[in-house]
């Protein structure tokens, strides 16, 4: 199993920029396909991009390509979203999540992810 500890959220500008970290726990991490999905009030969860367990392959989602980069390092045990150009619609919980991986698949849906971190809260304000 993995334990997963998002930080990095907060309130920012629009058009201004953040990045989420998540912390795994465990010694496997480099086994887990990671991702980050989001939910905003009263929507439901949405995938925003995922990362294979070696780093290789990334997805990200349509709402978001362009202005958001997913990375890992698996020495550290940490997945990253770097985050730019936030518009207002970018405000949510943004959530980290994992899935154990035996290929370099990656869940592209939130039903793909075993593993959920508690969540970090992005708010951007025009």
């Known amino acids: 199993q993995v334990q997963l500890v998002e930080s990095g959220g907060g309130l920012v500008q629009a058009g201004g920029s953040l990045r989420l970290s998540c912390a795994a726990s465990?010694?496997?991490?480099?086994?887990?396909?990671m991702g980050w999905l989001r939910q905003a009030p009263g929507k439901e969860r949405e995938f925003v991009a995922g990362?294979?367990?070696?780093?290789?392959?990334?997805y990200t989602a349509d709402s978001v390509k362009g202005r958001v980069t997913i990375s890992r390092d698996n020495a550290k045990n940490t997945v990253y979203l770097q985050m730019n150009s936030l518009k207002r619609e970018d405000t949510a919980v943004y959530y980290c999540?994992?899935?154990?991986?035996?290929?370099?698949?990656?869940?592209?849906?939130?039903?793909?992810?075993?593993?959920w971190g508690q969540g970090t809260q992005v708010t951007v304000s025009s």
């Open positions: 999540a994992g899935r154990l991986a035996t290929t370099d698949w990656v869940p592209v849906a939130s039903r793909g992810y075993d593993y």
């Open positions: 465990g010694r496997t991490f480099s086994s887990y396909a």
């Open positions: 990362i294979s367990r070696g780093g290789g392959r990334t």
